[in-house]
């Protein structure tokens, strides 16, 4: 017999926005840094649109709905070995944890550029093997 749904619980359905640019993937600073860190080809970000108002305490709902769409599972990959593959395994249960944001911004990497961690050409600042006070920037 087929899980019955409340009446009154939204289902959420989502479409894959392919198109959708992200500055901070196509900006030449972050690539550089990318490339640097070793992220080249371990990041990407995709971008969906959804059809139904989202509220807080639905929050749940929607990120099962999110993991359960179709179009959504098609679309995510997951990494191993270094390579890109396709989810192996339906979602069956999520949890969700609300994170207060109240400021989105990238300020709290400014310090690692203004306290000399990293070269204006995005090196970082070598510190000797020994540890001694006077010359460990990255952890001051």
Not at 61 to 70: G, N, R, T, V
Not at 88 to 114: G, N, Q, Y
């Amino acid at each position: 017999m087929a899980e019955e749904k409340c009446p009154f619980e939204q289902s959420f359905s989502f479409r894959a926005l392919p198109n959708k640019k992200f500055f901070f993937l196509q900006d030449k600073e972050v690539s550089t840094l990318i490339m640097k860190w070793s992220m080249q080809g371990r990041i990407s970000a995709q971008s969906f649109s959804f059809d139904q108002s989202f509220h807080s305490y639905n929050c749940e709902q929607f990120a099962l709905d999110f993991f359960k769409d179709p179009d959504v599972v098609s679309c995510l990959k997951k990494m191993e070995a270094g390579v890109q593959v396709p989810l192996d395994k339906p979602v069956v249960s999520v949890h969700v944890e609300v994170v207060a944001c109240t400021k989105v911004s990238m300020e709290l990497f400014d310090p690692i550029f203004s306290c000399g961690i990293l070269r204006p050409n995005g090196h970082m600042v070598k510190c000797l093997h020994d540890v001694y006070s006077d010359y460990d920037e990255l952890r001051q």
